[in-house]
Nanobody
Framework: VQLQASGGGLVQAGGSLRLSCAVSRRTFSTWVMGWFRQAPGKEREFVAA????????DYADSVKGRFTISRNNAESTVSLQMNSLIPEDTALYYC?????????????????WGQGTQVTVSS
């Protein structure tokens, strides 16, 4: 499976960005989708996840209330709307997928990763 993330860029603190990830497989609706990020010198960390159904989501505490994950199964895409950005959000953002039979489950463990898109938030 191939994942292509886009939408990163440079934004001032308090601003917004919307990341998108396109998935190449037709079986998109069978994947749990997630976003991760990795800042320079730090380990990769979980950001958000969305179930196959799109009903359930999971967020890292650091982004709750500011970020929103969504998916479009018809278009095989997952998005991450990022509002009220702060310099600590600066990182390389990755989308990831994990196959599951459970329609409403989320997870923080993934099987496939895409190339990242850089988000830089200036103070």
């Amino acid at each position: 499976v191939q994942l292509q993330a886009s939408g990163g860029g440079l934004v001032q603190a308090g601003g917004s960005l919307r990341l998108s990830c396109a998935v190449s497989r037709r079986t998109f609706s069978t994947w749990v989708m997630g976003w991760f990020r990795q800042a320079p010198g730090k380990e990769r960390e979980f950001v958000a996840a969305i179930s196959r159904s799109g009903i359930n989501t999971d967020y890292a505490d650091s982004v709750k209330g500011r970020f929103t994950i969504s998916r479009n199964n018809a278009e095989s895409t997952v998005s991450l709307q990022m509002n009220s950005l702060i310099p600590e959000d600066t990182a390389l953002y990755y989308c990831a997928v994990r196959y599951t039979r459970m329609v409403h489950d989320t997870t923080r463990t993934y099987d496939y990763w895409g190339q990242g898109t850089q988000v830089t938030v200036s103070s």
